[in-house]
T-cell receptor, first 111, second 112 residues
Framework: SQQGEEDPQALSIQEGENATMNCSYK?????LQWYRQNSGRGLVHLIL?????REKHSGRLRVTLDTSKKSSSLLITASRAADTASYFC???????????FGAGTRLTVKP | SQTIHQWPATLVQPVGSPLSLECTVE??????LYWYRQAAGRGLQLLFY??????ISSEVPQNLSASRPQDRQFILSSKKLLLSDSGFYLC???????????FGDGTRLSIL
């Protein structure tokens, strides 16, 4: 069963704008990860943030984690057409000790 | 460097036929291995994972099975495919259960 739920389901923006995607989860976690999937391909790992961390950066990506609200956000700054993809959050629940993926946000960046 | 191979890329099978999808990992030892299924436009459903040779954990009861005959080989099988088995099947590996997973390019399975 899914643990994380991404919001929105779909997002369309212009190149150069920022894109923000959110993820909510239900149970306590050890860590939360964000992945990207180009159409018809496997997932690619972007960032892992641990439950004791609040923010992480990687290039144009910024991830925040609020364990009190059981939510995370992924911000892509200065988006490019090549950022068009689906983005998934995955949580490592303390109880299950395996990764659970959400349904994803489909991001379209228009040139 | 580590690589993961998954094949075939696409497969069309009739209802009731058997299935065997293979996944191999190179460049690492004793990886955790995973099989996922993804319906069109949806998230990933974890089917099986393995933390070692011969160890298989099943997440969803169904007519699929998995085996790990060698350290870096993970096989997804079925004796008789159903229409509902159609989907995009992804294999992945990780160093441990709480570490990033690395995915293969997937197999698109169509059941006719």
């Amino acid at each position: 069963s899914q643990q994380g739920e991404e919001d929105p389901q779909a997002l369309s923006i212009q190149e150069g704008e920022n894109a923000t995607m959110n993820c909510s989860y239900k149970t306590s976690i050890n860590n939360l990860q964000w992945y990207r999937q180009n159409s018809g391909r496997g997932l690619v790992h972007l960032i892992l943030i641990r439950s004791n961390e609040r923010e992480k950066h990687s290039g144009r990506l910024r991830v925040t984690l609020d364990t009190s609200k059981k939510s995370s956000s992924l911000l892509i700054t200065a988006s490019r057409a090549a950022d068009t993809a689906s983005y998934f959050c995955a949580t490592d629940a303390e109880r299950n000790n395996d990764m659970r993926f959400g349904a994803g946000t489909r991001l379209t960046v228009k040139p | 460097s580590q690589t993961i191979h998954q094949w075939p890329a696409t497969l069309v099978q009739p209802v009731g036929s058997p299935l065997s999808l293979e996944c191999t990992v190179e460049g690492t030892s004793n990886p955790n291995l995973y099989w996922y299924r993804q319906a069109a436009g949806r998230g990933l459903q974890l089917l099986f994972y393995s933390v070692g040779i011969g160890q298989i954990s099943s997440e969803v009861p169904q007519n699929l099975s998995a085996s790990r005959p060698q350290d870096r080989q993970f096989i997804l099988s079925s004796k008789k495919l159903l229409l509902s088995d159609s989907g995009f099947y992804l294999c992945a590996w990780s160093v441990s259960l709480d570490q990033p997973q690395h995915f293969g390019d997937g197999t698109r399975l169509s059941i006719l």
